[in-house]
């Protein structure tokens, strides 16, 4: 079972700026990919930025310009988000995909971080 992590969400001015975390922990063998997924009140799930073990990244338009998805790790993921809307508020869910110790495949979500940005 691989479990990951979320921290760095809270509440910022618009036009702030946060950075959230996401660590994964558990019997990875392969990573394929992580990412962020955000769903805000009244919205589907959405797809914020992925990044691939090959350093693949693409980016949802409404931030692109203004987030930046890294990784200091195979296992370690992060999400520089600037120029903050009030639309940008949202629960931000970390996603990783990969091979397990085990030989199986995994599709793990953390619990979410609230991001909150006001007017």
């Known amino acids: 079972q691989v479990q990951l992590v979320e921290s760095g969400g809270g509440l910022v001015q618009a036009g702030g700026s946060l950075t959230l975390s996401c660590e994964a922990s558990?019997?990875?063998?392969?990573?394929?990919?992580m990412g962020w997924h955000r769903q805000a009140p009244g919205k589907e799930r959405e797809l914020v930025a992925t990044i691939n073990a090959g350093g693949g990244i693409n980016y949802a338009d409404s931030v692109k310009g203004r987030f930046r998805i890294s990784r200091d790790n195979a296992k370690t993921v992060y999400l520089q988000m600037n120029s903050l809307r009030p639309d940008d508020t949202a629960v931000y869910y970390c996603?990783?995909?990969?091979?397990?110790?085990?030989?199986?495949?995994?599709?793990?979500w953390g619990q979410g971080t609230q991001v909150t940005v006001s007017s």
């Open positions: 996603n990783a995909r990969g091979y397990s110790a085990i030989g199986s495949t995994f599709d793990s």
């Open positions: 558990g019997s990875i063998l392969r990573m394929v990919a």
